[in-house]
């Protein structure tokens, strides 16, 4: 069965500083695809990224980054100088395809990212 | 700026009411699904649609939740009758997929508050 472990409930960091919100995830299908979502005060769920299990490139958006690594089935998220902004919960999430349900997202707990100046 | 919408935003009722919760996806979109948000189990999956057919509901409590979707436009999630259990946020989220080995990001709407007393 597919699982999202973030160990990290809660982090604080002081604006500018980096942070790396953890992923790790459990599959048993060698296709799938992992998420991150970000979850500010207001509620909504944000698309943040998507990266398939074939592709192990690293990816930079602006302040943003993600290390994905098979080997130890980790998909991780760094800010870069991090800003009062990014203060949200980050949702880690994974999907599988071979069950034939690409659709089907499970999420893992969330980080609670809280940036202060 | 096409976006999921959800309604009502706030649902406050009494044990045992009818609630119904409505969803517009965005347009062109071919799935779409329904998520509950708790604290104990956080993001769930409770049911999708393909082309307005039920794919899967297994997340779903049978006895009480129902989701249809009567048109492409329109995705209605109800409990009849509501329980303080089922206090939560519920998503709605939708996204264009192409068969079960292709995915594209889900989009989520704002989300239903719902509270039962």
């Known amino acids: 069965a597919q699982k999202v472990t973030q160990a990290q409930t809660e982090i604080s960091v002081v604006e500018k500083e980096d942070v790396t919100l953890d992923c790790v995830y459990e599959?048993?299908?060698?296709?799938?695809?992992l998420f991150w979502y970000k979850q500010p005060p207001s509620g909504e769920l944000v698309f943040l990224i998507r990266r398939n299990s074939f592709d192990e490139q690293n990816e930079i958006s602006g302040r943003y980054s993600w290390n994905f690594q098979k080997s130890t089935s980790s998909f991780n998220f760094t800010i870069t100088a991090s800003q009062v902004v990014d203060s949200a919960v980050y949702f880690c999430a994974l999907s599988e395809v071979s069950t034939g349900t690409a659709s089907k997202l499970t999420f893992g707990t969330g980080t609670r990212l809280q940036v202060t100046l | 700026d096409a976006r999921v919408t959800q309604t009502p935003r706030h649902k406050v009722t009494e044990m045992g009411q009818e609630v119904t919760m409505r969803c517009q996806p965005i347009?062109?979109?071919?799935?779409v699904f329904w998520y509950r948000q708790t604290m104990m189990q956080g993001l769930e999956l409770l049911a999708y649609f393909r082309n307005r057919a039920p794919l899967d509901d297994s997340g779903m409590p049978k006895d009480r939740f129902s989701a249809e979707m009567p048109d492409a436009t329109l995705a209605t999630l109800k409990i009849q009758p509501s329980e303080p259990r089922d206090s939560a946020v519920y998503f709605c989220a939708s996204g264009f997929l192409q068969g079960a080995a292709s995915y594209n990001e889900q989009f989520f709407g704002p989300g239903t508050r719902l509270t039962v007393l």
């Open positions: 347009l062109g979109h071919n799935t």
């Open positions: 599959t048993r299908d060698t296709t799938y695809y």
